[in-house]
């Protein structure tokens, strides 16, 4: 429930390369019974991954707290889920990188978002989530904390002039 894109590929990673050795050596020493993938999937043809687009990782923040928060999971690190804010006349981009689980919270309009001390908090439609990590664009990638010693977005709606 709370890993991420790069952490299932990094497990995976390990497990396969393992898993390989075991095939190659079940294979050399005839143990293994070859199963076409069409059997496996009792007639179904195997069908890709849908592509990812600019668009797919949009974050829309009045969806549920948990579909972003699923969302932010299943694109980071690559591409990453990205938002928009305005700030002193500028539209900025932002990639958001890691978030809290959804928080219960007091009903905001979707985007919103909160400061408190070094914390990150954005309003969803049914609660907030607290973003741990994210990167503006053309700047390296950065905490929360690392990101409110230099700019501040209290009161602002996030992805409001999309």
């Known amino acids: 429930p709370t890993d991420n894109v790069g952490t299932v590929h990094d497990q995976l990673m390990a497990i396969g390369a393992d898993m390989v050795i075991e ?3 079940a294979i050399l020493a005839g143990t293994v019974k070859p199963i076409p993938q069409d059997k496996l999937l009792k007639g179904a043809e195997p069908t890709p991954a849908p592509k990812i687009f600019k668009d797919t990782c949009l974050i829309h923040w ?3 707290a948990e579909k972003i928060y699923n969302l932010i ?4 690190p690559y591409p990453a889920a990205w938002t928009t804010v305005t ?3 500028k ?4 990639k958001i990188y890691e978030t809290s689980q959804p928080l219960k919270a007091k009903p905001s309009t979707p985007g919103t978002v909160r400061e408190e001390k070094d914390k990150l908090f954005v309003a969803c439609n049914d609660g907030e989530l ?3 990590s994210l990167q503006l664009s053309g700047k390296r990638r950065m905490t929360a ?3 409110l010693r230099g700019c501040h977005l209290a009161g ?3 992805g409001q002039n999309i």
């Open 87 to 89: 700030k002193d006349g």
């Open 73 to 76: 999971r299943g694109l980071s």
């Open 156 to 158: 602002s709606i996030l």
């Open 91 to 94: 539209e900025l981009q932002i």
């Open 130 to 132: 607290e973003i741990r």
């Open 62 to 64: 009045n969806n549920p």
């Open 23 to 25: 095939t190659v050596d």
């Open 145 to 147: 904390s690392e990101f």
